[in-house]
């Protein structure tokens, strides 16, 4: 896996995911973040464990924590980053007032995302199924533009699924 930066900050990869201003969907937490073959994985702990101890990437990566400086890594852990992002996603701060409408529409987003990576999909296919550019879809997966239930439903159908709706009483 490649990455490019365009002048406007814009990463992309060779899959073709582009993530606007270089910053991914979802601001996932700060790590301890060992490079291992120059893969950077993700692990649970928050600061470097000492050397010598057993980390457990959250790809499922054994690593023995060493008494030298990481080498800079080549690419990040995918795996990792994407247990992450599902971990992030799941995550409700007790704090925050809860939304049905909006906490349905990002875990039907956050599924629609699931369900095009495991299909090996990128975004520039599904933009190609639409019939517009990958920062679009990109957008529309951060929920940055506004979009309707057809947008939804063709999101969808570009993955060979569809949308069942339902509609129940709240409570």
Request: net charge negative; glycine share 8%.
């Amino acid at each position: 896996m490649s990455w490019r930066v365009d002048e406007n900050g814009t990463v992309e990869t060779d899959e073709g995911d582009s993530f606007p201003g270089g910053r991914h969907a979802l601001r996932l937490p700060e790590c301890y973040r060992p490079v291992v073959g120059g893969v950077r994985h993700r692990t649970k702990f928050r600061a470097p464990p000492p050397p010598g101890e057993w980390v457990t990437a959250l790809c499922g990566l054994l690593y023995q924590v060493g008494s030298r400086p990481a080498p800079e890594p080549i690419y990040d852990c995918h795996s990792c980053d994407d247990e992450a992002e599902g971990q992030a996603m799941a995550y409700q701060p007790e704090t925050a007032t809860a939304n049905p409408y909006t906490d349905q529409l990002d875990t039907l987003i956050g599924e629609l995302v699931r369900m095009r990576r495991s299909r090996g999909l990128t975004q520039r296919d599904v933009a190609a199924y639409f019939g517009c550019d990958a920062p679009t879809v990109c957008r529309l997966e951060k929920r940055e533009r506004e979009f309707t239930v057809r947008t939804l439903q063709g999101y969808a159908c570009a993955l060979r699924y569809r949308i069942v709706m339902v509609i129940s009483p709240l409570g």
